[in-house]
């Protein structure tokens, strides 16, 4: 999975004139630890394997929360419950494209837990297509991977409003759709969800991308583990946007990658000319200048 994580400003209650509440949207997207404080709820959805699998074991074991694991059927096959102690754990099986399973997973939380500290957007699926061909491939991914976290955003977000305490909600999606290489496809129409945190990974090793049973981890992937724990800290320092790296790319690869993808449009250029010929010299020519600037302290972007 390429990782983008995406977190959204704290959902939570303000008392008005009179007494009565009002729902508002925190300007800070920092995690607070009161979001995670042990006993409080993770809800996540793509949670049998990958990176859910990983940030439900992380939020498990480091912030002692209690998690909702959310996946199709077929993918809780595994006993998930040796993720954390039985009794904080709570796993419901949830197609994402059926608003009624989602209704149904939200009444399962809160009637065991009665609130939610965290609700992380994570199921996703690959499809392969074009703008004139793969339909099928087109509806089945805009299904899930945007629509699954509209109908769950809907579902969840009221209830989550008027709650009593502040919550956050995470995002991810693939970093491809904002660094653009040729190869990619859909991910590239899919839209963000403002005002949430978007985390993207960079070159995460889960089952999207060949983790297998014998497959063996490339050198430059990172594992989930790592890619949720590099999400976690950076979403607790506030970042908006959370673009994990990997081994083979680092923050300021991407930050120059993503500045000349824009300027593709502020400056009229074709689209992905990094690797159109009469760009393409020019594009490497800039990261090259870019990441020494980049060592020396001195890049300003």
């Known amino acids: 999975m390429i990782c983008a994580a995406l977190a959204e400003p704290r959902v939570a209650p303000t008392q008005i004139s009179g007494g009565s509440s009002r729902t508002s949207f925190s300007p800070s997207g920092a995690l607070d630890p009161a979001d995670t404080h042990p006993g409080r709820v993770a809800v996540i959805t793509g949670a049998a394997s990958g990176i859910g699998a990983a940030a439900a074991r992380l939020l498990a074991?480091?912030?002692?929360?209690?998690?909702?694991?959310?996946?199709?059927?077929?993918?809780?096959?595994?006993?998930?419950?040796?993720?954390?102690?039985?009794?904080?754990?709570?796993v419901v099986p949830t197609d994402v494209r059926v608003v009624a399973e989602v209704e149904r997973l939200r009444e399962r939380v809160y009637k065991a837990w009665s609130e939610v500290g965290v609700l992380m957007h994570n199921a996703g699926v690959d499809g392969k297509g074009t703008s004139w061909d793969g339909l099928d491939a087109w509806h089945d991914v805009?299904?899930?991977?945007?629509?699954?976290?509209?109908?769950?955003?809907?579902?969840?977000?009221?209830?989550?409003?008027?709650?009593?305490?502040?919550?956050?909600?995470?995002?991810?999606?693939?970093?491809?759709?904002?660094?653009?290489?040729?190869?990619?496809?859909?991910?590239?129409?899919?839209?963000?969800?403002?005002?949430?945190?978007?985390?993207s990974p960079g070159y995460t090793f889960t089952g999207l991308t060949g983790q297998h049973d014998g497959a063996?981890?490339?050198?430059?992937?990172?594992?989930?583990?790592?890619?949720?724990?590099?999400m976690l800290e950076r979403v607790a320092k506030g970042?908006?946007?959370?673009?994990?790296?990997?081994?083979?790319?680092?923050?300021?690869?991407?930050?120059?990658?993503?500045m000349w993808a824009a300027a593709d449009v502020a400056q009229g250029r074709p689209a992905l000319s990094r690797w159109h010929r009469d760009y393409k010299a020019l594009f490497e020519e800039y990261m090259r200048e870019g990441q020494a600037l980049a060592q020396e302290g001195a890049l300003m972007l």
């Open 216 to 230: 063996e981890k490339p050198p430059g992937a990172w594992t989930a583990e790592e890619t949720v724990r590099h």
């Open 61 to 90: 074991s480091l912030h002692h929360m209690k998690v909702a694991l959310a996946d199709l059927p077929a993918n809780l096959a595994a006993d998930l419950k040796g993720i954390v102690c039985e009794g904080n754990v709570l």
């Open 239 to 258: 970042d908006f946007y959370v673009l994990c790296p990997d081994g083979n790319t680092g923050p300021e690869i991407d930050q120059l990658r993503i």
């Open 142 to 199: 805009f299904a899930v991977n945007l629509f699954g976290v509209v109908n769950v955003q809907q579902v969840f977000g009221p209830a989550m409003l008027h709650q009593e305490n502040p919550a956050m909600v995470i995002n991810t999606g693939s970093k491809q759709g904002i660094t653009n290489p040729p190869c990619v496809r859909i991910s590239s129409f899919l839209p963000a969800f403002p005002p949430q945190f978007r985390s």
